[in-house]
């Protein structure tokens, strides 16, 4: 497994670029080192907190997300708010089974997914798309904005048509 410092993720040896952020910065983790464990909702995150302060895992909780319009306009934090949980990387074998104890689902999915080997027979993965470069991806947010701009031009147009033609078939006497 190598390590992304950026976004502290551990991704399989198999590859040269972070899925999340496209770095190719990666190494072998330290032991010291963050690594995200899971993303989980506020109750799961009041049960890890107490399990793992009870059994000396030093953790990291991180916001994951904006939370709904009014707890932005208001400034609370929403209960409902996903939360991201990183552990020491020599801590995270222990911090997914105390997990798997208290029966959080991610931990066991994860224990699950990196201790059985894939099927050899089966459907081929499919292939993931090739990263766009800068320059394309600058050119399809130019061609997104100006389909956006028609978009609302058109909505406005057949509004102001339609507007005319009641108004039109209203002051004729149409009725």
């Keep these: 497994m190598l390590y992304c410092p950026k976004c502290q993720l551990l991704i399989d040896s198999d590859t ?8 190719k910065k ?3 983790p330290g032991p010291d080192d963050p690594v ?9 995150a009041v049960m890890i907190r107490s399990v793992f302060q009870e059994n000396g895992i030093v953790f990291v909780e991180q916001d994951s997300g904006f939370g709904s319009p009014p707890s932005i306009l208001l400034g609370s934090r929403p209960f409902y708010e996903a939360r991201n949980i ?5 801590d995270r074998n222990t911090a997914k089974e105390l997990l798997n ?3 959080i689902a ?3 999915d994860a224990k699950l ?8 027979e089966g459907p081929e993965p499919e292939e993931e798309p090739e990263p766009m470069s800068s320059r394309k991806r600058f050119f399809w947010r130019i061609v997104s904005a100006m ?4 978009v609302v031009w058109g909505v406005v147009a057949a509004a102001d048509f339609l507007a005319n033609a009641l108004k039109a078939f209203f002051t004729k006497g149409g009725f």
């Excluded at 040269?16 to 770095?23: L, P, Q």
């Excluded at 997914?113 to 050899?120: I, K, L």
């Design 101 to 103: 104890g208290i029966g």
């Design 26 to 28: 990666l190494r072998e």
């Design 147 to 150: 389909m956006f701009i028609l």
């Design 86 to 90: 990183f552990v020491a990387f020599r």
């Design 106 to 108: 991610d931990a066991q």
């Design 36 to 44: 995200l464990l899971l993303t989980t909702d506020e109750t799961n």
């Design 16 to 23: 040269d670029r972070c899925a999340a952020c496209g770095s």
């Design 113 to 120: 997914e990196s201790s059985t080997p894939a099927p050899e």
